[in-house]
């Protein structure tokens, strides 16, 4: 994955019309997870048993969100992480539905719902980020990036 962490990526929220854009191009399914704070079943997201090395990005937008390196089994049924590829990239807000305090994930830049973190992860960052499938899309080493919202390299370049 080399310097992928410290590339910079333009963490501008999509334009009102942008937005319109790209929730047009979703599933009944992946509205329901990205914007209205769904989850999905355990067990069954196409990227649990996702071994291969890249970068997992945003379903909606694109931004890099996790490195493949990051993630681990968790014995959860959801794809888990122990870090974000950085920090800016992931949003945190206190989560009080079903009667429990929790810390959900949203992507920093569209605001899509991806998961919580608890703080019973493994070393170095103690951290377990649990991530809805449905939420997240994978490049590949080797493959290009998406570049949803137009904004070009280091979207849109190959990840190596
Ligand atoms: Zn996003």
Redesign the pocket.
């Known amino acids: 994955m080399g310097d992928t962490l410290d590339l910079l990526f333009d963490l501008t929220p999509p334009t009102q019309e942008q937005m319109r854009e790209l929730v047009a191009d979703l599933s009944q399914d992946e509205r329901r997870l990205l914007l209205e704070h769904g989850e999905e079943a355990p067990f069954c997201g196409v990227f649990l048993d996702e071994k291969r090395k890249g970068l997992y990005t945003?379903r909606?937008?694109?931004?890099p969100l996790f490195k493949a390196v990051s993630k681990f089994e968790s014995g959860t049924g959801w794809p888990s992480f122990t870090a974000p590829v950085a920090r800016s990239h992931l949003r945190r807000v206190q989560d009080t539905r079903y009667g429990m305090t929790r810390t959900e994930i949203v992507?920093a830049?569209?605001?899509?719902h991806q998961g919580h973190v608890f703080p019973d992860g493994p070393p170095p960052t103690g951290e377990r980020f649990c991530i809805n499938s449905g939420s997240l899309a994978f490049t590949p080493n080797g493959q290009p990036l998406p570049n949803k919202l137009g904004r070009g390299d280091p979207e849109g370049e190959p990840v190596d």
């Not at 909606?60 to 931004?63: E, F, P, Y």
């Not at 830049?109 to 899509?112: E, F, L, N, V």
Request: hydrophobic content about 30%; glycine content about 20%.
């Open positions: 945003c909606l937008c694109g931004l992507c830049r569209c605001g899509a």
